[in-house]
């Protein structure tokens, strides 16, 4: 199995602040790599795709980057709405596994 | 739009069985990768259980096989997922998820049905 490994596991951030999330995988993934956004009672939602690829309708303060077997989600500048906890899903190979996540809470 | 509806969660006591039905809308249903995602309270999510387009290949958790059958029923644009022997922690909130492009990334949600196993 793919073991998903997210870090922080909490953030605490500022409305304006750069944010950063780190997702390592146990092995190379070749960048079948999404993030997605929960908040609290909710369901997830789908924010990137194949590592970078930005979901229709996602703001472009999101970014995905890296390759192999790190990668990151970046918040330029974060917004009020961006408090939420984020994980990250790989599904290169079975079973899909998810990251055990990062909450950004405000500071 | 696309439109996940779960239903069929519950109080079951342990051993016990229970069938959730996911309805689909907003989608041409037959041609999309369906799967069953759970997140127990205060947890972090869980892929369960998939199956094709045209149910002929389906995929499971280790550790919920033998105990779990997902299956479709193109007709009536729904997805089910069986679940026996249920454990205390099975209890979760289930969630049905659609694929982007039969990628198994997760694109659309359901609002999730509560199965809660307790005696």
């Known amino acids: 199995d793919i073991q998903m490994t997210q870090s922080p596991s909490t953030l605490s951030a500022s409305v304006g602040d750069r944010v950063t999330i780190t997702c390592r995988a146990s092995?190379?993934?070749?960048?079948?790599l999404a993030w997605y956004q929960q908040k609290p009672g909710k369901a997830p939602k789908f924010l990137i795709y194949?590592?970078?690829s930005l979901q229709s309708g996602v703001p472009s303060r999101f970014s995905g980057s890296g390759s192999g077997t790190e990668y990151t989600l970046t918040i330029s500048s974060l917004q009020s709405d961006d408090f939420a906890t984020y994980y990250c899903?790989?599904?290169?190979?079975?079973?899909?596994?998810f990251g055990g996540g990062t909450k950004v809470e405000i500071k | 739009d696309v439109q996940l509806v779960e239903s069929g969660g519950g109080l079951v006591q342990p051993g016990g069985s229970l069938r959730l039905s996911c309805g689909a809308s907003?989608?041409?249903?037959?041609?999309?990768?369906m799967s069953w995602v759970r997140q127990a309270p205060g947890k972090g999510l869980e892929w369960v259980a998939n199956?094709?387009?045209?149910?002929?290949?389906?995929y499971y958790l280790d550790s919920m096989k033998g105990r779990l059958t997902i299956s479709r029923d193109n007709a009536r644009n729904s997805l089910y997922l069986q679940m026996n022997s249920l454990r205390v922690d099975d209890t979760a909130v289930y969630y049905c998820?659609?694929?982007?492009?039969?990628?198994?990334?997760?694109?659309?949600w359901g609002q999730g049905a509560l199965v809660t196993v307790s005696s």
């Open positions: 199956i094709k387009e045209d149910g002929s290949v389906k």
């Open positions: 194949k590592a970078s």
């Open positions: 899903q790989q599904a290169k190979s079975y079973p899909l596994t």
């Open positions: 998820a659609r694929d982007y492009r039969d990628d198994h990334f997760f694109a659309y």
């Open positions: 907003g989608f041409t249903f037959s041609s999309s990768w």
């Open positions: 092995q190379n993934i070749y960048n079948w």
